[in-house]
Nanobody, 125 residues
Framework: QARLVESGGGLVQSGDSLRLTCAAS????????RGWFRQDPGKEREFVAS????????YYGDSVKGRFTISRDKTTNTVYLQMTSLRPEDTAIYYC??????????????????WGRGAQVTVSS
């Protein structure tokens, strides 16, 4: 069964760094774009970052630009989200997702058809 599994979440202090990992359990994620979203209870799911499967073009949400970096290892079909200069407002559950689409549509949750269960990131002030 194809699955996405997030890891690397945790509790950190403001200004710290953290790296999230999204591992794919099946080869059918190879030719798929990947994205990261986050959600706080009571709020809408927010786009964080995405990477295009074809040319590795990346997109970032305005609130994380310059602080977060998405990357991937094609040999292991793993995607990473490097987060630096973390702030309390970055606290959320972070979800990894896979999409057959490309381009700016990757900033929208409905472009994705596979989702992980999420990893909690908590940033204390």
């Amino acid at each position: 069964q194809a699955r996405l599994v997030e890891s690397g979440g945790g509790l950190v202090q403001s200004g710290d760094s953290l790296r999230l990992t999204c591992a794919a359990s099946a080869q059918n994620f190879i030719n798929r774009s990947r994205g990261w979203f986050r959600q706080d209870p009571g709020k809408e799911r927010e786009f964080v970052a995405s990477i295009d499967w074809g040319d590795d073009t990346t997109y970032y949400g305005d609130s994380v630009k310059g602080r977060f970096t998405i990357s991937r290892d094609k040999t292991t079909n793993t995607v990473y989200l490097q987060m630096t200069s973390l702030r309390p407002e970055d606290t959320a559950i972070y979800y990894c997702a896979a999409s057959p689409n490309r381009g700016e549509s990757l900033t929208r949750p409905n472009s994705y058809d596979y989702w992980g269960r999420g990893a909690q990131v908590t940033v204390s002030s």
